[in-house]
Nanobody
Framework: QVQLMESGGGLVQDGGSLRLSCSASGHTFATAIMGWFRQAAGKEREFVAA??????????ADSVKGRFTVSRDYAYGRNTVFLQMNSLNFEDTGVYYCAGGKSWPRDASEVEYWGQGTQVTVSS
């Protein structure tokens, strides 16, 4: 059984920064790939960023490239993924979900494990 627990969301002004964290418990081999999706009100859940188990590979949505950085702490007893978000704007507002699985997800339907979500609100 895999559980993902996010933290770090909140309210930030336009141009500000936030850092999200997600800790995974359970079978770590089941979360070889971890990352983030987000969902704005009235929109579908969309991919943001992902990273593999040894941090040798990362992927980003075009809309966040150069502004967001995904990183991971993967060692014995630890399996945490981070999302550093800089230069935030109103379009980044939404619920951010930690995601995990054994392969790179092409969309939300391919994610095996989800966190409960954390709200990020960017005020203008």
């Amino acid at each position: 059984q895999v559980q993902l627990m996010e933290s770090g969301g909140g309210l930030v002004q336009d141009g500000g920064s936030l850092r999200l964290s997600c800790s995974a418990s359970g079978h770590t081999f089941a979360t070889a790939i971890m990352g983030w999706f987000r969902q704005a009100a009235g929109k579908e859940r969309e991919f943001v960023a992902a990273i593999n188990w040894n941090s040798s590979g990362t992927r980003y949505a075009d809309s966040v490239k150069g502004r967001f950085t995904v990183s991971r702490d993967y060692a014995y007893g630890r399996n945490t993924v981070f999302l550093q978000m800089n230069s935030l704007n109103f379009e980044d507002t939404g619920v951010y979900y930690c995601a995990g699985g054994k392969s790179w997800p092409r969309d939300a339907s391919e994610v095996e494990y989800w966190g409960q979500g954390t709200q990020v609100t960017v005020s203008s």
